[in-house]
């Protein structure tokens, strides 16, 4: 079992000690603590991220996208 707990240091307690022992009783467990990324920051770090960020945005308004459900997406990047 997995579990992503994503919050601001301020609100770390006790009681969220509390739930990670519920939720993984006796079984041993690893924690790692990192800082969250800026997903948008991380996508424009280089120009040439950014260029195609900026052009994929101007296509998509132009309406040169390609609608498809995320199960569909899914099946054809994900194999």
Excluded at 37 to 66: F, H, P
């Amino acid at each position: 079992m997995e579990t992503i707990y994503r919050l601001n240091a301020k609100n770390l307690n006790a009681d969220l000690i509390k739930s990670i022992q519920e939720a993984f009783k006796d079984k041993d467990i690893e924690i790692t603590v990192s800082e969250q990324l800026d997903e948008t920051s991380y996508l424009l770090s280089t120009k040439a991220n950014e260029k195609q960020l900026y052009q994929s945005i101007e296509d998509l308004e132009k309406g040169k996208g390609v609608p498809m459900t995320v199960a569909e997406l899914q099946a054809k990047y994900l194999k």
